[in-house]
């Protein structure tokens, strides 16, 4: 069947650095790319996506990256914050729209 | 805004009981999810609707049942518990369209002894 993976099961990154979430699909068709954000303890929430006419979207020190080719795309938070801390899930999406496959998540620690 | 509520926030059951965790949201969207996170292997995909009395089986159908009776409300029954499961189940919702983000409610940890 269709999969997202997701690279990176946990990644530690100093505070002020760049961290950096890859993701890859299978299914060609996928449009939409979304990522979620999941802090200790509560339920996960959207940060940011991406569309399959653009390569490249930026909110604030978020940005995403997609490689059509590839079918990969990725997560870059730049100058990272202790409040970054948190699991980030990736997301895939056909272009029907009506549901979206998520990746295995990845676990970030921002050391200070 | 608005708020998507999950019951029980807890459930504990026992092997082979037939257990219902509802939902319910205000956001009046059309699709609503019920998707199962466990440690290590992310969220995957149970069921969906994309309006009421609508149901589409996702990766993981397979031991549960769903309904969607009315717009705001989606429940979830896992058929038979198993032994020693433990995993959140989380309901979400998002309006009709093409690719837009989904808003996920609190979930529901479910124990099974």
């Known amino acids: 069947g269709e999969k997202v993976e997701q690279h990176e099961s946990t990644l530690s990154v100093r505070e002020g650095d760049s961290a950096v979430i890859n993701c890859t699909y299978t299914?060609?068709?996928?449009?939409?790319f979304p990522w979620y954000k999941q802090e200790a303890g509560k339920s996960l929430h959207f940060v940011i996506d991406?569309?399959?006419?653009?390569d490249r979207k930026q909110s604030q020190r978020l940005i995403v990256l997609l490689d059509k080719k590839a079918k990969r795309f990725s997560l870059h938070i730049t100058a990272t914050q202790p409040e970054d801390s948190a699991i980030y899930f990736c997301?895939?999406?056909?272009?029907?729209?009506?549901?979206?496959?998520f990746g295995t998540g990845t676990k970030l620690q921002v050391v200070p | 805004g608005g708020i998507i509520t999950q019951t029980p926030k807890f459930l504990i059951g026992q092997e082979g009981q037939k257990l219902t965790l509802k939902c319910q949201q205000n956001?009046?969207?059309?699709?609503m999810y019920w998707y199962r996170q466990d440690s290590g292997k992310g969220l995957r995909l149970i069921y969906y609707?994309?309006?009421?009395?609508?149901?589409q089986k996702g990766d993981l159908s397979e031991g549960y049942d769903a309904s969607r009776e009315k717009k705001s409300s989606f429940s979830l029954t896992v058929t038979s518990a198993q032994k020693n499961e433990m995993a959140v189940f989380l309901c979400?919702?998002?309006?009709?369209?093409?690719?837009?983000?989904?808003?996920f409610g609190k979930g529901t940890r479910l124990t099974v002894v």
């Open positions: 979400a919702s998002s309006p009709q369209g093409t690719g837009t983000e989904v808003f």
């Open positions: 299914d060609t068709a996928s449009s939409y």
């Open positions: 991406i569309r399959s006419n653009v």
């Open positions: 997301a895939a999406s056909p272009p029907s729209g009506t549901y979206q496959r």
């Open positions: 956001f009046n969207h059309d699709t």
């Open positions: 609707s994309i309006t009421e009395n609508d149901l």
